[in-house]
């Protein structure tokens, strides 16, 4: 099954598709993950994607349809994955679909994390995540260990300082809200859930609106 998750910066979308994961037994693919790990190896999808990270842009639409269809087409994702973050724009919505119909592979859900914007500017200026395994924590500063990664340090990530985060918002409702118009017009099934509340409370309501 493949279940795209949406929603602006901070809305939870990386925290509640690893807890997503390993209830549904599916591997999590975050593109944001995928560029910061070329960012910090230095590879050249790495140095393209840099500029276009710090600023608070989107990478370009053909860079992220080629980790697409790679992802698509490994075989540990064979089964399904849940996509977060992966679908940012319409011409990336008509790229994951037409190579989903090429592998036979159904939509499963599109799941819409539901915020309002001042509570995102709270949680991103609280937020930092470990330098190693990209988890994110909230109520711990830059410097603190990771507590599920040996020797890995809390950083606070440079498209989190206020200016790159209210460029996201910004880029969010310009590019990514249109994607949201566009599953729904597709007849996409589109469940939003409120992604205001405890980790548990959310990932419940997720749950629930997976059928589960
Ligand atoms: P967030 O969802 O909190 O903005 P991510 O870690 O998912 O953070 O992504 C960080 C950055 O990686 C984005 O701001 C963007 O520059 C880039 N990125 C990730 N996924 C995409 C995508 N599907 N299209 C374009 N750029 C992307």
């Keep these: ?54 600023r608070g842009d989107l990478v370009p639409d053909a860079v992220i349809l080629g980790i697409m269809k790679e992802a698509l087409n490994a075989p540990e994702n064979a089964r399904g994955a849940i996509l977060d973050g992966v679908v940012r724009t319409v011409p990336q919505a008509e790229g994951l679909q037409a190579a989903l119909a090429e592998l036979g592979k159904p939509l499963g859900a599109v799941l819409n994390f539901d915020i309002a914007d001042g509570e995102i500017v709270s949680r991103i200026s609280g937020r930092t995540v470990c330098d190693a395994c990209q988890v994110p924590y909230s109520g711990k500063v830059p410097g603190d260990e990771c507590e599920k990664h040996d020797g890995g340090r809390l950083v606070r990530r440079k498209d989190d300082e206020p200016e790159a985060v209210q460029r996201r918002l910004d880029v969010y409702r310009a590019q990514t809200a249109p994607v949201l118009t566009w599953y729904t017009a597709a007849g996409a099934p589109v469940k939003t859930i409120d992604a205001v509340g405890t980790l548990e409370q959310v990932e419940a309501r997720a749950l629930a609106a997976l059928g589960r």
């Design 1 to 54: 099954m493949i279940i795209v998750l949406l929603g602006p910066p901070g809305a939870g979308k990386g925290t509640q598709g690893e807890r997503l994961a390993l209830r549904l037994g599916l591997p999590k693919i975050a593109t944001g993950d995928v560029l910061r790990g070329a960012v910090k190896a230095g590879t050249p999808l790495g140095l393209e994607a840099k500029a276009f990270m710090d």
